[in-house]
């Protein structure tokens, strides 16, 4: 089997039941996504597949054979950190550090989605070309990733600092 992982080309030979996670962890040693609940409920497993957020634990890796998959060891390197790294750091956006793979592997993926115009279920005006990056919109969109040490405030400041003045930037041109 061959995917795509952090830009790299890998061949394995797993299990058909083996999930992605499993696949990550136990056989490629990338151990920023973490098993959780392994029921897909607290998100500390999200990676990216093909720019989207996926629970990795969920997802047999036979499925995303030929994808682009990236985890967080893929987004930033010692000394060149994701612009969401950096702000997790500066906004204390993380206590124990358990959650804060799949917070940010989410974060990237909701960036896009609004990008995108994706509304949620909380967004105002469903008919608008942009959607403003408040505190509110980035709790829902996050919902899905928990984090045990309550971290939550860093997390959304960090969010919020990071996409707020690129959905600002956005409007400006749509103008």
């Known amino acids: 089997m061959r995917w795509t992982i952090n830009g790299a080309e890998v ?7 083996t999930s992605l996670l499993d696949l990550l962890r136990e056989r490629l040693h990338l151990f920023g996504a973490k098993k959780g609940c392994d029921q897909g409920a607290c998100g500390a497993c999200t990676v990216l597949v093909d720019g989207r957020r996926i629970n990795s634990c ?11 998959i990236v985890t967080i060891e893929g987004l930033g390197a010692p000394g060149a950190l994701h612009p969401l790294q950096k702000a997790f750091v500066e906004h204390d956006g993380f206590q124990c550090g ?26 105002e005006d469903l008919t608008a070309e942009t959607i403003d990056v408040t505190p509110e919109e980035v709790r829902e969109r996050m919902s899905g990733n928990l984090c045990r040490c309550g971290a939550y405030n860093g997390i959304v400041d960090a969010l919020t600092e990071t996409y707020a003045p ?10």
């Open 11 to 17: 061949d394995e030979t797993v299990d058909v039941r």
């Open 58 to 68: 969920l997802a047999l890796a036979v499925q995303y054979q030929g994808r682009e």
């Open 98 to 123: 358990y959650c804060t793979p799949g917070q940010i592997c989410s974060a990237v993926a909701m960036a896009s989605e609004l990008r995108d115009g994706a509304p949620s279920y909380v967004t």
């Open 166 to 175: 690129a959905a600002e930037a956005d409007k400006r041109e749509a103008a």
